[in-house]
C-alpha cells in the first residue's frame, strides 16, 4: 500500500527557512488531496495545508502567508516550503494523503518529522 515518508527537519532559529518534502512509495493511482499537518506536544494534530492534483491549495490562517504548499505530480511528492519560522510552529509535522477510489476515500499518513523553531 501507499508509503509517505517525511524529510527536511530540524532545527531552525525565529525568522528562518526550511523545506520539508513528502516522497511516496507503492502508489499506483495519483493521490487526489496531499497535505501537512502538525502536532505540538500535548497538543491536537491540525491542518497546515493541503493541495489537490491541479494544484489548489489551502492554508491554516496560523501559516499563511509564510508557508508554500507544492506538489510534483511526476514523482508523487509533495514539499512545504516554511519561510519566517516562528517559535510557535514548532511541532511534528506529518504528510497526509488521499486518494478516492470506487467511491472509498483511502486517508494515508507518514510517520512525522521534527521541526523546531528555536533561537
Known amino acids: 500500500q501507499v508509503q509517505l515518508v517525511e524529510s527536511g527537519g530540524g532545527l531552525v532559529q525565529p525568522g528562518g527557512s526550511l523545506r520539508l518534502s513528502c516522497a511516496t512509495t507503492?502508489?499506483?493511482?495519483?493521490?487526489?488531496?496531499m497535505g501537512w499537518y502538525r502536532q505540538g506536544p500535548g497538543k491536537q494534530r491540525d491542518l497546515v495545508a493541503q493541495?489537490?492534483?491541479?494544484?489548489?491549495?489551502n492554508y491554516a490562517d496560523s501559516v499563511m502567508g509564510r508557508f508554500t504548499i507544492s506538489r510534483d505530480n511526476a514523482k508523487d511528492t509533495v514539499y512545504l516550503q516554511m519561510n519566517s519560522l516562528k517559535p510557535e510552529d514548532t511541532a511534528v509535522y506529518y504528510c497526509?494523503?488521499?486518494?478516492?477510489?470506487?467511491?472509498?476515500?483511502?486517508?494515508?499518513w507518514g510517520r512525522g518529522t521534527q521541526v523546531t523553531v528555536s533561537s
Open positions: 507503492g502508489s499506483i493511482v495519483s493521490l487526489d488531496v
Open positions: 493541495i489537490t492534483s491541479n494544484g489548489s491549495a
Open positions: 497526509n494523503a488521499i486518494r478516492l477510489q470506487i467511491g472509498v476515500k483511502y486517508i494515508y
